[in-house]
Structure formats: C-alpha cells, structure tokens
C-alpha cells in the first residue's frame, strides 16, 4: 500500500517563494515518475511540471517554465516543487502523484496520462496574495 502527502503550501506573496514537497509512504519514489498537479474550482486538473523515473529531462506547462523547478531529494525519499516570482494565477490545490516505472512512459514523463499515476495525496493549498 502507498501513500503520497504534499507539504509546503501556504499564503505568499505576489513574486514570493514557497517549496513544496511530495513525501512517500510504502513506496521509493526513485522508482516513479511524480507529477506535479493543481485545481481550482471549475477548473480541471492541470499537470505543472513532471520528472521520469529515469533520467530524461523533466517538464514544466508552459506557464511556469522558468519560474519552478522540479527535483529529488533521495535523502528524504521526496520529489520537491521549488515555485519562484509565484503570481497570483498561481493560486491551487497542488496535488502530487506517482506513476510506477513499471511503465515505458515513466522513464518519459510528459508521456504519461492521468491515468497512469495510481498513487495520489490529497493537496496542498498555495495562495498568492497580489
């Protein structure tokens, strides 16, 4: 059985920072490709940013490339969202998710659907104040 929790969210300020992280119960995360997603009411579930279970290149929407960045930290078996000169559109639910490397598309995440993440936390509020 696995269980994903997200930390970090919080109210910030317009062009502030916060880290979010995706920590792991029952699985390595090594062994998955972890989304990064987010949801506002009346909106549907938008993947921010990805990394592969092996080592391709991570990938961001289009409308936070340059502004966040996606990593591992082994060490404490987490998959961290960094969010810089965060705006107020920013603002979400942040859910993160993992998809078994079991699959060709996890070793190229921005091939995976929603479908193929099989383990999901229940979000992280992130609110960007203008």
């Known amino acids: 059985q696995v269980q994903l929790m997200e930390s970090g969210g919080g109210l910030v300020q317009h062009g502030g920072s916060l880290r979010l992280s995706c920590t792991a119960s029952?699985?390595?995360?090594?062994?998955?490709?972890v989304g990064w997603f987010r949801q506002v009411p009346g909106k549907e579930r938008e993947r921010v940013s990805c990394?592969?279970?092996?080592?391709?290149?991570?990938d961001y929407t289009d409308s936070v490339k340059g502004r966040f960045t996606i990593s591992r930290d082994k060490a404490k078996n987490t998959v961290d969202l960094e969010m810089n000169y965060l705006k107020p559109e920013d603002t979400a639910v942040y859910f993160c998710a993992a998809a078994p490397g079991s699959y060709t598309a996890s070793q190229y995440c921005v091939l995976l659907d929603a479908q193929h993440y099989g383990a999901w936390g229940q979000g992280t509020q992130v609110t960007v104040s203008s």
């Open positions: 990394v592969s279970s092996g080592d391709g290149s991570p």
């Open positions: 029952g699985l390595s995360l090594d062994d998955y490709a």
